[in-house]
């Protein structure tokens, strides 16, 4: 069984920066792809990145490009969210996932592409 727990989350300003972490702890971390995904009230959870085992490649929405950084520390057990320049838009509850595989660079974007899902942490971006 693998234990997701995400933290970081909270309220910021537009145009402000969030760190999110997410320790992982249970199974191999480093054979694992990493992803994010975010909720709004009302909406479909929805893909935001996804880094692969290495860190070697990573995917985003669209939305998020050039304002979020996903990456890694293998030997920490924990993947990170480095959020910029939030928007009001951005405001969900941020879960990351977990996608074992046994394939070195895949970056799944769907929600049946991953095994095991954090609690969530809250974001709320204020305008």
């Known amino acids: 069984q693998v234990q997701l727990v995400e933290s970081g989350g909270g309220l910021v300003q537009a145009g402000g920066s969030l760190r999110l972490s997410c320790a992982a702890s249970?199974?191999?971390?480093?054979?694992?792809?990493m992803g994010w995904f975010r909720q709004a009230p009302g909406k479909e959870r929805q893909f935001v990145a996804v880094i692969s085992r290495s860190g070697s490649s990573t995917d985003y929405v669209n939305s998020v490009k050039g304002r979020f950084t996903i990456s890694r520390d293998n030997s920490k057990n924990t993947v990170y969210l480095q959020m910029n320049s939030l928007k009001p838009e951005d405001t969900a509850v941020y879960y990351c996932a977990a996608s074992y595989t046994s394939y070195v660079n895949y970056t799944p974007r769907t929600r049946s592409g991953y095994d095991y899902w954090g609690q969530g942490t809250q974001v709320t971006v204020s305008s």
């Open positions: 249970g199974r191999t971390f480093s054979n694992a792809a």
